[in-house]
């Protein structure tokens, strides 16, 4: 991935994702089997464990427990094969799935409510793959030492979910809104993140969370109500991990976006310090802009220059507004070129000798030669960092 390139990186997702659905439409309708349908218009519970588990259609039901007032905290299901089967508008409430598969099964507007899948496999060799989409809700879930390998979350919102030792390898989430997740140690490679609205996601690792160049997360949409202080730790959280896995310029991309996050959250002079660390160098990650700004400095000592004076072989140019109208431009453009020339020397500390400054000019080009010191190391060590990476 271009990590700098986020319109050109979401793109490509986008292609992926379309082609990756496509195919799995592809190898269910090869297998032209006959699908059981099982409607419930009232939200009736439909056990799983009591009837058939490969390709059925279910809509409207309930799987666990219907009445939170019951005494039993979970419904356990243990080692059930669901094959190809699509669940639609139902609810999951308080149901542990252990060892269970799923392979090939979708989930369209379904409700997930204290839904804990421990060591499930949602996909299989032959490339059939789990996908929630169309409104699926996530609220308190954990996803414990499971296979979510390609597994396809469209337009999904997750409230309070966890991710423990799983395989979110090449796993895509698109248009989705992530109110917290959370990952602790899970396999992220290849994992892609668009076009989705992301409140709080935190890595939390007794060992380490494995990303690699393949991994994207995409930048995030934000409006005027926006926590910016909850943006700055999840990108922050973002770039550790990137740092963490040995990929340094990933992660400095994830700390840039971090740092302009918590610059809009800061407040009087430390707002304006953090503007300034910005418009130098980028927060350390953007050499241009230290080149950018240290050309500004030139240019705007030069007109300086022009208005203050220089001593040239014996002439002098010291311009004032109003005189400045009456001159010929040619002169103008001239004497123009010989104050950028000073100016450039000054910032650079060369200084030649054919020019010297007169009057308030003296002033202004001490100053201009601590900042072209500070901006020649500022830049040097930026791009040196960069490269370095």
């Known amino acids: 991935?271009?990590?700098?390139?986020?319109?050109?990186?979401?793109?490509?997702?986008?292609?992926?994702?379309?082609?990756?659905?496509?195919?799995?439409k592809a190898k269910l309708r090869r297998n032209n089997l006959k699908v059981n349908v099982i409607n419930g218009e009232k939200k009736d519970v439909y056990e799983i464990n009591d009837a058939e588990s490969s390709?059925?259609?279910?809509?409207?039901?309930?799987?666990?427990?219907?009445?939170?007032?019951?005494?039993?905290?979970?419904?356990?299901?243990?080692?059930?094969?669901?094959?190809?089967?699509?669940?639609?508008?139902?609810?999951?409430?308080?149901?542990?799935?252990?060892?269970?598969?799923?392979?090939?099964?979708?989930?369209?507007?379904?409700?997930?409510?204290?839904?804990?899948?421990?060591?499930?496999?949602?996909?299989?060799?032959?490339?059939?793959?789990?996908?929630f989409q169309n409104h699926c809700i996530f609220n308190n879930c954990i996803f414990e030492h499971t296979n979510l390998k390609n597994m396809v979350f469209q337009n999904s919102d997750f409230i309070k979910i966890k991710f423990i030792f799983t395989s979110l390898r090449n796993a895509i989430f698109d248009e989705?809104?992530?109110?917290?997740?959370?990952?602790?140690?899970?396999?992220?490679?290849?994992?892609?993140?668009?076009?989705?609205?992301?409140?709080?996601?935190?890595?939390?690792?007794?060992?380490?969370?494995k990303v690699d160049e393949n991994t994207f997360i995409?930048?995030?949409?934000?409006?005027?109500?926006?926590?910016?202080?909850?943006?700055?730790?999840t990108y922050k959280s973002i770039s550790s991990i990137y740092e963490s896995n040995r990929y340094a310029s990933y992660g400095g991309e994830y700390y840039y976006?971090?740092?302009?996050?918590?610059?809009?959250?800061?407040?009087?002079?430390?707002?304006?310090?953090?503007?300034?660390?910005?418009?130098?160098?980028?927060?350390?990650?953007?050499?241009?802009?230290?080149?950018?700004?240290?050309?500004?400095?030139?240019?705007?000592?030069?007109?300086m220059y022009m208005f203050s004076g220089l001593c040239i072989n014996g002439s002098t140019i010291n311009y004032s507004f109003n005189i400045l109208y009456l001159l010929p431009k040619r002169a103008i453009y001239l004497d123009f070129i010989k104050c950028f020339y000073f100016s450039l020397v000054t910032f650079t500390s060369v200084g030649y000798g054919d020019i010297f400054p007169t009057g308030y000019s003296v002033i202004f080009s001490c100053f201009e030669m601590i900042l072209g010191v500070t901006m020649v190391g500022v830049w040097t060590a930026t791009l040196a960092r960069k490269i370095i990476r």
């Open 1 to 24: 991935m271009q990590i700098y390139d986020f319109d050109k990186n979401r793109k490509r997702v986008k292609k992926e994702l379309n082609l990756k659905l496509e195919e799995n």
């Open 55 to 131: 390709f059925i259609y279910v809509n409207n039901k309930i799987i666990g427990i219907k009445d939170f007032t019951s005494k039993l905290i979970y419904k356990s299901i243990s080692n059930k094969k669901i094959m190809c089967n699509k669940f639609s508008n139902c609810e999951f409430n308080s149901v542990k799935f252990e060892n269970c598969t799923f392979h090939g099964t979708l989930f369209e507007n379904c409700k997930f409510n204290k839904v804990n899948f421990s060591h499930c496999d949602f996909y299989d060799n032959e490339g059939s793959i789990g996908i």
């Open 176 to 209: 989705c809104n992530i109110n917290r997740i959370l990952f602790s140690d899970c396999n992220l490679k290849a994992m892609k993140i668009i076009e989705t609205h992301i409140n709080v996601l935190r890595f939390e690792d007794k060992y380490l969370s």
């Open 218 to 233: 995409d930048k995030i949409n934000i409006n005027e109500n926006y926590d910016y202080d909850n943006l700055f730790k």
């Open 257 to 303: 976006l971090a740092k302009c996050m918590e610059r809009k959250s800061l407040k009087g002079l430390e707002r304006f310090k953090s503007n300034i660390f910005w418009i130098i160098c980028g927060y350390g990650e953007r050499p241009t802009f230290a080149l950018v700004t240290s050309f500004e400095i030139v240019l705007l000592f030069a007109i």
